[in-house]
Nanobody
Framework: QLQASGGGLVQPGGSLRLACVISGFTLRGSTVGWFRQAPGKEREGVSCRRQSDGSTSYSNSVKGRFTISRDRGKDTVYLQMNSLKPEDTGVYYC????????????????????WGQGTQVTVSS
């Protein structure tokens, strides 16, 4: 089970930290991804983390502003989002697969088997 939280309304330039709590799933060797879907647009991969070696990947649109990390003690994966822009608005989803996905594939939604319910992020003044 995946539970995403931390979304909300924030002004441009602000920050949010999303959390994805993963239960009933062994994270060792897995890959966790964050995706988002804006109204009228397709879902897109934002960031991902391969647990086996901690390697990460980011979409070009968020690189340098977003950071994915894991709290081992809580089986939680975070997405720290800084310098938010209106175009970051959307529903953010976390996803997990038991496989160790290569970074060139981990921003593709077909790489994942389980999905959380999503949390709304709105960036607006």
């Amino acid at each position: 089970q995946l539970q995403a939280s931390g979304g909300g309304l924030v002004q441009p330039g602000g920050s949010l930290r999303l959390a994805c709590v993963i239960s009933g799933f062994t994270l060792r060797g897995s890959t966790v991804g964050w995706f988002r879907q804006a109204p009228g647009k397709e879902r897109e991969g934002v960031s991902c983390r391969r647990q086996s070696d901690g390697s990460t990947s980011y979409s070009n649109s968020v690189k340098g502003r977003f950071t994915i990390s894991r709290d081992r003690g809580k089986d939680t994966v975070y997405l720290q989002m800084n310098s938010l822009k209106p175009e970051d608005t959307g529903v953010y989803y976390c996803a997990v697969t038991a496989r160790s996905v290569i970074t060139s594939q981990c921003l593709i939604d077909d790489s994942y088997d389980f999905w959380g319910q999503g949390t709304q992020v709105t960036v607006s003044s």
